[in-house]
């Protein structure tokens, strides 16, 4: 599987149902919901299973978006984006002329497509998982430090992107961290979770 395909949202479910039933209805009703309320419901939250934003955005990530206008957007913010019945959640890059904006996953090799203004869904607000929990503004400006900001997670992103084994050896510690922290805060739900399940999620 290449790096773009590795690039999809799924809605957080209770249902164990397997990635591969998402679909563009689910896409839209996202869409939809933020277009409708300004903020995806409480109990309503987007899963990332895509590693285009490596490391600022991990596979299992929960994420938590409010809609926005694209004049509102300054480049460096992870924003979400529709388009052919996808979700992308990539690094604003810039305003086209005469409109449109342009996208850009931290581990991607290049900027995506340029997307139309209506495209637009929302900015990222807060991302969480199991063992942390970060505000937007930390994933702009670097997990409250400086020198950790965009342009240091684009050079790691990019060096993910063009080594496969650095890539495969930072989501396999990421794997285990979070299967640790998991087994810390409830050991029996951990030990009875299958790794079929654990996929699934």
Do not use: Y
Not at 51 to 70: F, N, R, T
Not at 157 to 171: D, K, S, T, V, Y
């Amino acid at each position: 599987m290449s790096v773009l395909d590795k690039d999809f949202l799924t809605l957080k479910s209770t249902s164990r149902a397997p990635r591969s039933s998402w679909s563009a209805e689910g896409s839209a009703l996202v869409a939809d919901a933020l277009r409708r309320s300004g903020r995806l419901r409480q109990g309503v939250r987007l899963r990332v299973h895509g590693e285009s934003m490596l490391p600022a955005v991990w596979p299992g990530d929960v994420v938590e978006i409010a809609s926005c206008s694209l004049e509102d957007v300054r480049p460096g913010e992870i924003v979400l984006a529709l388009r052919d019945g996808r979700l992308f959640l990539h690094r604003f890059v810039a305003l086209c002329a005469p409109n449109g904006f342009l996208l850009r996953g931290d581990s991607m090799p290049g900027s995506d497509p340029q997307f139309p203004p209506e495209a637009l869904l929302g900015r990222l607000v807060r991302s969480a998982d199991q063992g942390r929990a970060v505000s937007a503004p930390a994933l702009r400006l670097g997990f409250g430090a400086k020198w950790f900001g965009v342009k240091w997670s684009r050079a790691l992103g990019m060096l993910l992107c063009h080594c496969g084994l650095a890539r495969r050896f930072a989501l396999k510690l990421h794997r285990r961290r979070k299967t640790s922290v998991g087994e810390f805060r409830n050991p029996e739900q951990a030990a009875d979770m299958s790794s079929a399940e654990l996929g699934a999620l």
